[in-house]
């Protein structure tokens, strides 16, 4: 099969050594729960883990769209990380139809760019030079950080891979009929019989074929083995169940998210990750399945 080589050095999607987890956080890279950002200066997450949606509103107005909370605290993470100060927002969430137009333009803008999805900013933060934030972003294996030479840089939470004026691929057939297609759980760390949703990014041909049954795959020593398999949901029920069609397809990237399964009660704590494949495939560079960030399993009941 065509399995996307996320492993590759462009693709990588997570770290195989991420930071130590932070109190109450379920993302590998998380700050402190408080950050200065654009209008923005307070807590989001309080000790308990619970997010403020009062906070996280005022923060999303500066961004211009969702601004997925993965991406706020990835942010969150570098500002303590550099003991920055206020992280200014100079490109954030763009449309798919903005995104296009601006292409057209002449922009540096990807035609997979993870701004579509809320995952991305382009940024820069008082006190600390920009390029020091791409060397660090780069090393770290995590995320995508483009930089050109100018105040701002281009971060992401999308697979990990890193650019310049020189490197970038835009204009290229990179991202073509889907090949840097790419699936994304909402955290990092779940504890057994909790819900997950997932979001495919990156497409970029239309329709997708996407199998209602997803696997679950935990890793044994350098290899993975399937534990389970799930009935897929869309939305916030199971009223919602994608099995109802053979192969379902989709057509936007608005479509392409709030894709829902319940995880094993009794599911054992190690790391894992989500296989979906896709079918009646009309794309031929496309893969034949994915798998999602990897993701933990820790001991203990849901939450």
Not at 37 to 54: E, H, L, M, Q, V
Not at 67 to 77: G, P, S, V
Not at 147 to 166: K, T
Not at 235 to 242: E, I, L, P, Q, W
Request: proline residues 5%; glycine residues 8%; aromatic residues 12%.
């Amino acid at each position: 099969m065509k399995l996307l080589a996320i492993t590759a050095i462009l693709l990588v999607s997570i770290s195989s050594t991420p930071p130590q987890e932070k109190a109450a956080s379920r993302y590998f890279y998380s700050g402190d729960g408080a950050i200065d950002i654009a209008a923005f200066k307070g807590t989001y997450r309080d000790a308990s883990g619970n997010y403020n949606p009062a906070a996280l509103a005022r923060i999303r107005k500066s961004y211009g769209g969702p601004m997925e909370i993965r991406f706020i605290e990835f942010l969150d993470y570098l500002q303590d990380h550099f003991k920055g100060g206020k992280i200014s927002i100079t490109s954030g969430y763009r449309s798919p139809k903005y995104n296009k137009s601006i292409r057209k333009k002449g922009a540096l803008a990807g035609k997979a760019s993870m701004h579509q999805y809320a995952m991305a900013a382009d940024i820069r933060m008082k006190g600390v030079q920009t390029k020091k934030i791409w060397e660090y972003v780069r090393d770290l294996n995590y995320g995508g950080a483009g930089y050109y030479q100018g105040a701002n840089v281009h971060l992401d939470v999308g697979p990990s891979r890193f650019w310049d004026q020189n490197t970038s691929k835009v204009g290229t057939d990179i991202a073509d009929e889907n090949k840097l297609i790419t699936l994304i759980q909402d955290k990092d760390i779940y504890y057994p019989g909790e819900d997950m949703n997932l979001r495919f990014v990156r497409m970029t041909a239309y329709p997708i074929g996407v199998s209602p049954k997803f696997t679950l795959e935990r890793k044994k020593g350098d290899g993975w083995k399937p534990t389970d398999s799930f009935e897929v949901s869309r939305g916030t029920s199971d009223s919602s169940k994608v099995s109802r069609v053979a192969c379902p397809k989709y057509s936007s990237i608005a479509e392409m998210k709030n894709f829902r399964v319940s995880l094993p009660h009794k599911l054992k704590p190690g790391r894992y990750r989500i296989v979906a494949e896709f079918c009646e495939e009309e794309w031929e560079a496309m893969p034949d399945e994915i798998s999602s960030y990897e993701f933990v399993v820790k001991q203990g009941e849901t939450r």
